[in-house]
């Protein structure tokens, strides 16, 4: 189920989006309350909102499966390369995620303002933006632009993640400001991080 902006949301993406953070016993319960909703005015009005609850129940759980399978599979940094933009964006994503932080996924590669994914955690906002180039360095304006969205939306700070590496440039401006730079290398012992079950230290400043 594509995701759309949130004011173009219909009720069975928000359920989705919905049903992607929750516990996975919070589908059938809904369906059950929907069901019992729609039946108080006819029984097809319950079989219509139990049954689109449901339907977007298990396609949350379907694509929980795949962003879990997605990380899982990876062996090493010439692999997490092959993926799609939008692959290595779940894989961020579900990286966090299993670190303990609410994950908001933009549904980048469009006109997001610089921001693939927001996460939240104690208080805390960051920024993380996506850069699965073909290109194998990302450079100073990248970083810049990043830094300008997370001071515009008072961000706590950000990340860059790049299958590939950074230049000199992009890494003396973050130097000192609260931007964390993931080249393929720190991607993957990120990922490894996640996979094995191990603590993960906070991310900070490279």
Not at 72 to 80: C, E, F, L
Request: aromatic content about 8%; overall charge positive; hydrophobic content about 45%.
């Amino acid at each position: 189920m594509r995701r759309r902006r949130n004011s173009e949301a219909n009720p069975l993406e928000s359920l989705y989006t919905l049903f992607l953070v929750a516990p996975r016993w919070a589908g059938p319960v809904v369906a059950i309350l929907a069901f019992a909703l729609g039946t108080a005015v006819n029984r097809l009005l319950g079989a219509l909102f139990g049954g689109g609850v449901l339907f977007a129940w298990l396609m949350s759980m379907t694509a929980r499966h795949a962003r879990r399978a997605n990380l899982d599979r990876q062996s090493g940094v010439a692999s997490i390369r092959r993926m799609s933009w939008r692959e290595f964006e779940s894989l961020m994503a579900e990286a966090y995620r299993r670190q303990g932080f609410t994950v908001e996924e933009r549904g980048g590669g469009g006109a997001d303002g610089g921001v693939d994914i927001l996460l939240r955690r104690n208080g805390e906002t960051v920024v993380v933006q996506c850069k699965h180039w073909k290109a194998w360095k990302v450079g100073v304006r990248t970083v810049r632009e990043v830094y300008g969205v997370m001071t515009a939306i008072g961000a706590t700070r950000a990340v860059i993640a790049a299958c590939g590496a950074f230049t000199g440039d992009a890494v003396r401006f973050a130097t000192g400001r609260p931007i964390e730079l993931l080249d393929g290398e720190s991607v993957w012992r990120l990922v490894q991080s996640v996979r094995s079950g191990d603590s993960t230290p906070e991310i900070g400043n490279a």
